[in-house]
């Protein structure tokens, strides 16, 4: 376990792109991590989201993609949203959409991961958009300074962050689109660049969490076109079908070479 643990530190910081992290610090944390903030409630805040009064907006003030955040009245029982307004097409170079954000919490919901929160597609002042839960009282990686929460409560959500990137092609991860609650739990936000046609793996595959793997490779092409076809097209999932063959072939390499006890982690 203490040699996994190490491993997992170095692999995080080596994730991303250089200047992302500053480095990895070491939080105790209990043996099993809170639930999602919203899992209690889950039904009740997608309905707010999509249909409460707007009192009034204003620019986050970071994100490439100039996110906004809405108040919301009723404020029960969440107080705002982050607003999108991106219609699928290229920016900069990059494929963006904002049903990619609701694809991805949808895709989350399917594969019991609890770690995207509640994104619906809505309409305010004539725009249509992703209006995505704002998460209260937590920060970012990047706003803890770029350090990658480690220790033997971190591993599982790491991992599970790395195999759902790899599926869904989000090669955007980065310190500000991480939230750190509380030990054990990791909150990923801004999937608008997600859910391209891209076969490749963005990320290379060492370790996998056994039980999101086995949905993962539960999932059917009937079970994404049910839950995801009304946000990304045949293409999309086609390439994530891809994308999940090319997981598969790696991981049965690593357990040939490393034993199914070193890669595939209870």
């Known amino acids: 376990m203490r040699r996994q643990r190490l491993f997992i530190a170095a692999w995080v910081a080596c ?13 105790q944390a209990p043996a099993s991590a809170p639930a999602a903030p919203w899992l209690a409630h889950a039904a009740a ?14 620019d986050i003030g970071v994100g490439v993609t100039h ?4 108040h919301l009245k009723p404020s029960e029982p969440v107080e705002s949203l ?4 991106l219609p699928p097409g290229m920016r900069s170079g ?12 949808e895709l989350d919901k399917l594969l019991d991961m609890h770690m995207v929160p509640p994104a619906v597609e809505r309409h305010i002042d004539g725009e249509v958009g992703a209006a ?6 937590l920060k970012s ?32 991860r980065n310190a500000g689109n991480i939230m750190v609650g509380q030990p054990g739990e990791l909150f990923l ?46 293409e999309a999932i086609d390439a994530m079908l891809e994308r999940r063959a090319r997981m598969v072939s790696d991981v049965d390499k690593l357990v040939k070479k490393k034993g199914r006890a070193s890669v595939i982690i209870e």
């Open 45 to 58: 805040i997608e309905a707010q989201l999509k249909s409460a009064d707007v009192e009034s907006m204003e």
């Open 141 to 172: 990686v990047k706003d803890l300074g770029g350090k990658v929460p480690s220790g033997p409560a971190w591993g599982k959500p790491l991992r599970k962050m790395l195999m759902f990137d790899n599926l869904i092609s989000n090669s955007d």
């Open 132 to 137: 995505v839960m704002w998460l209260p009282g």
């Open 189 to 234: 936000i801004d999937h608008s660049r997600a859910f391209v046609t891209s076969t490749t793996l963005p990320k290379k595959i060492e370790r996998v969490d056994a039980g999101l793997w086995a949905r993962m490779q539960a999932l059917t092409r009937a079970d994404l076109v049910r839950v995801l076809g009304p946000w990304i097209d045949d």
């Open 67 to 70: 996110p906004k955040r809405a």
């Open 82 to 85: 982050v607003w999108k307004v």
């Open 94 to 105: 990059f494929w963006e959409s904002y049903k990619s954000e609701v694809a991805a919490y």
């Open 15 to 27: 994730l991303f792109v250089a200047g992302s992290f500053s480095g990895v610090v070491a939080i």
